[in-house]
């Protein structure tokens, strides 16, 4: 039985059976919506200028996975959680994984992180030095090693590598070693692994950057072979990208492997996703959705695997409302892209009626999907609204025995 607040429900299927959406189709797809959460994004982070450690953060992956569990259990929407290695370095990864089982968890992509030693400083695979290029290469063989022992199958590739000045490195010398590594790294990985590569445009290099666009991360992954797959990080591009092109153009190449999603106003801001520009990620979504009908077996697969991840750094706001609030951002405009009519489009589209077109993308954006997603999380037994439930439940308020200075980065 529908719950009082959802009257607003009746209406709004009323309206959606006139526009011909199926509402059970939408709802079953709500339902099955996954997104990994990340584990740094319940720990302190900050930004080059300042980390404030914050009460009650995690103190190690075993408490960072009691956080995602939380956060899990009241949006319904988080089964996974990446690591980050050696962020989330233990003895024992078996012993993290177990811990996430009994959580209800499983442990998903694993992060290699080759951007915080010192001997990294001017490159880490790409490093002119064979010695540095090694133990990189090594560390990337270590979180094959990790993933087999946590059951991963992704592993989520960025390369901080770059330099500052031109002449300062040879571009492709660098462009050779880095496929060298990736190349070592495809060989250890297992049949049902993937790796994720992703790019960045500048940042912390601000000449070149070896990795710095799709196109590179691309063409790696079609050297590599079919477990190579591209991972577009949704603040990763210069302003004004069309990054739901990309997404298009790489789910027609049948490399999209996942996203990192986070907003931006001006760089790689990290800032929570969907607060500055929402119809960025509504219309990314409708670029999945269209492709997720398609006549080709293959297109249709690699729309079913891909990876949703969130990677945020959480400044200023409490880290657990962010990242219920980043979830339900996403649950939201993926909710107003299930709205969307396809048939009304591409019919708009063969008579060439621009406006019409872009009335029936804009018109699913523009609905209010508020009581369709009281009634989905009422069907699964969620709360209503989960930012609430925390608010008010006791986890907040128990977690700050954990004292300050918890970890970070
Ligand atoms: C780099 O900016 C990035 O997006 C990569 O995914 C890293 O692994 C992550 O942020 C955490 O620093
Ligand atoms: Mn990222």
Not at 136 to 159: M, P, Q, Y
């Given at each position: 039985?529908?719950?009082?607040?959802?009257?607003?429900?009746?209406?709004?299927?009323?309206?959606?059976?006139?526009?011909?959406?199926?509402?059970?189709?939408?709802?079953?797809k709500?339902?099955?919506?996954?997104?990994?959460?990340?584990?740094?994004?319940?720990?302190?982070?900050?930004t080059?200028?300042?980390?404030?450690?914050?009460?009650?953060?995690?103190?190690?992956?075993?408490?960072?996975?009691?956080?995602?569990?939380?956060?899990?259990?009241?949006?319904?929407?988080?089964?996974?959680?990446?690591?980050?290695?050696?962020?989330?370095?233990?003895?024992?990864?078996?012993?993290?994984?177990?811990?996430?089982?009994?959580?209800?968890?499983?442990?998903?992509?694993?992060?290699?992180?080759?951007?915080q030693?010192?001997?990294?400083?001017?490159?880490?695979?790409?490093?002119?030095?064979?010695?540095?290029?090694?133990?990189?290469?090594?560390?990337?063989?270590?979180?094959?090693?990790?993933?087999?022992a946590?059951?991963?199958?992704?592993?989520s590739?960025?390369?901080?590598?770059?330099?500052?000045y031109?002449?300062?490195?040879?571009i492709?010398?660098?462009?050779?070693?880095?496929?060298?590594?990736?190349?070592?790294?495809?060989?250890?990985?297992?049949?049902?692994?993937?790796?994720?590569?992703?790019?960045?445009?500048?940042?912390?290099?601000?000449?070149?950057?070896?990795?710095?666009?799709?196109?590179?991360?691309?063409?790696?992954?079609?050297?590599?072979?079919?477990?190579?797959?591209?991972?577009?990080?949704?603040?990763?591009?210069?302003?004004?990208?069309?990054?739901?092109?990309?997404?298009?153009?790489?789910?027609?190449?049948?490399?999209?492997?996942?996203?990192?999603?986070?907003?931006?106003?001006?760089?790689?801001?990290?800032?929570?996703?969907?607060?500055?520009?929402?119809?960025?990620?509504?219309?990314?979504?409708?670029?999945?959705?269209?492709?997720?009908?398609?006549?080709?077996?293959?297109?249709?697969?690699?729309v079913?695997?891909?990876?949703?991840?969130?990677?945020?750094?959480?400044?200023?706001?409490?880290?657990?409302?962010?990242?219920?609030?980043?979830?339900?951002?996403?649950?939201?405009?993926?909710?107003?892209?299930?709205?969307?009519?396809?048939?009304?489009?591409?019919?708009?589209?063969?008579?060439?009626?621009?406006?019409?077109?872009?009335?029936?993308?804009?018109?699913?954006?523009?609905?209010?999907?508020?009581?369709?997603?009281?009634?989905?999380?009422?069907?699964?037994?969620?709360?209503?609204?989960?930012?609430?439930a925390?608010?008010?439940?006791?986890?907040?308020?128990?977690?700050?025995?954990?004292?300050?200075?918890?970890?970070?980065?």
């Amino acid at each position: 039985m529908l719950d009082v607040s959802d009257r607003a429900y009746t209406l709004f299927e009323e309206v959606q059976k006139s526009r011909g959406i199926n509402l059970e189709q939408v709802k079953t797809k709500l339902k099955a919506l996954k997104i990994e959460t990340p584990s740094w994004g319940y720990g302190d982070s900050g930004t080059r200028f300042k980390v404030f450690p914050k009460q009650g953060v995690p103190r190690n992956p075993f408490e960072k996975l009691e956080d995602a569990a939380e956060v899990h259990r009241l949006t319904g929407l988080c089964p996974s959680v990446a690591i980050h290695i050696p962020w989330d370095k233990v003895d024992d990864y078996s012993k993290l994984k177990n811990h996430a089982a009994s959580l209800g968890l499983a442990i998903g992509a694993v992060n290699p992180n080759l951007f915080q030693e010192g001997e990294y400083m001017l490159g880490s695979v790409t490093n002119s030095n064979p010695v540095i290029r090694r133990k990189a290469t090594e560390h990337l063989l270590e979180c094959v090693d990790i993933a087999k022992a946590t059951g991963s199958r992704d592993l989520s590739l960025w390369f901080a590598d770059g330099t500052n000045y031109p002449g300062q490195g040879d571009i492709r010398k660098r462009k050779a070693w880095m496929f060298e590594a990736l190349a070592e790294m495809y060989k250890a990985i297992t049949p049902q692994m993937r790796m994720l590569i992703e790019y960045k445009f500048f940042e912390p290099a601000f000449y070149h950057t070896d990795l710095a666009d799709w196109g590179m991360a691309y063409n790696y992954a079609v050297k590599l072979g079919p477990q190579a797959k591209v991972l577009v990080d949704t603040g990763h591009h210069a302003p004004g990208t069309n990054v739901e092109h990309i997404v298009a153009y790489l789910i027609d190449e049948k490399k999209l492997g996942g996203f990192h999603f986070n907003n931006r106003k001006y760089a790689d801001d990290d800032l929570i996703v969907g607060t500055i520009n929402p119809y960025e990620l509504f219309l990314i979504f409708y670029q999945i959705l269209s492709a997720s009908n398609d006549s080709d077996a293959g297109i249709r697969q690699t729309v079913d695997n891909i990876a949703y991840m969130i990677d945020q750094s959480h400044n200023i706001e409490p880290k657990i409302p962010a990242m219920i609030r980043s979830l339900l951002n996403v649950q939201i405009q993926y909710a107003k892209a299930l709205l969307v009519n396809h048939t009304q489009v591409e019919e708009a589209q063969q008579r060439n009626d621009v406006l019409a077109a872009e009335e029936a993308v804009r018109r699913a954006f523009e609905f209010d999907v508020t009581p369709l997603l009281h009634v989905v999380r009422e069907e699964q037994g969620l709360p209503l609204d989960p930012m609430k439930a925390f608010l008010a439940s006791n986890y907040g308020k128990d977690i700050l025995a954990r004292g300050k200075g918890g970890a970070g980065w």
